[in-house]
């Protein structure tokens, strides 16, 4: 017998008779039946996760949005071969990485550096494009400075293998 209270007739005890994941296994769904008046009714047991809150850039804070990454990586990789479950992938890997990390509260840059670390090894003129907006280049010479960068890397990269 599991303690928890029927809804219809308010007897605390009742017996779990089915559990399932649900939500991709974030939640678990329970069926119940109440031992005094035999009703049946559904619970569903889930993580309580802390909010993520992003610190912006003037100090203000709002909540972690994974959408907002998933937008920002749209337009970066349009007419580029990177599938919208790719961009998912990445914004929930970001996601994850700050809960793992114990983070309550993260920086929106360390999100943009994120994104740009996960972007490089997916598409890189979609790296480029995400770079230009996040990293605000002002003029030619720090787009240029950008694909250097990224010219070292490929010739680094180059040479170990």
């Known amino acids: 017998m599991k303690s928890m209270r029927c809804p219809y007739c308010g007897y605390e005890e009742t017996r779990v008779l089915d559990t399932r994941p649900t939500l991709e296994g974030r939640s678990i769904r329970r069926r119940r039946e109440c031992a005094h008046c035999g009703r049946r009714f559904t619970t569903f047991e889930t993580i309580e996760a802390l909010p993520l809150v992003v610190i912006k850039q003037d100090g203000s804070r709002e909540p972690f949005d994974k959408e907002k990454i998933i937008r920002g990586l749209m337009r970066a990789s349009v007419k580029r071969p990177v599938s919208l479950e790719t961009m998912q992938a990445i914004a929930d890997l970001i ?22 670390k996960h972007l490089l090894s997916v598409d890189e003129v979609a790296y480029v ?19 250097e960068g990224l010219l070292k890397r490929q010739s680094e990269q180059s040479g170990k293998n």
């Open 95 to 116: 996601e994850r990485e700050a809960r793992g990390a114990g983070l309550s509260e993260i920086p929106s840059t360390e999100i943009g550096e994120a994104v740009l």
């Open 129 to 147: 494009r995400f770079a230009s907006v996040y990293r605000q280049f002002s003029d030619v010479h720090g787009f240029m400075k950008e694909l």
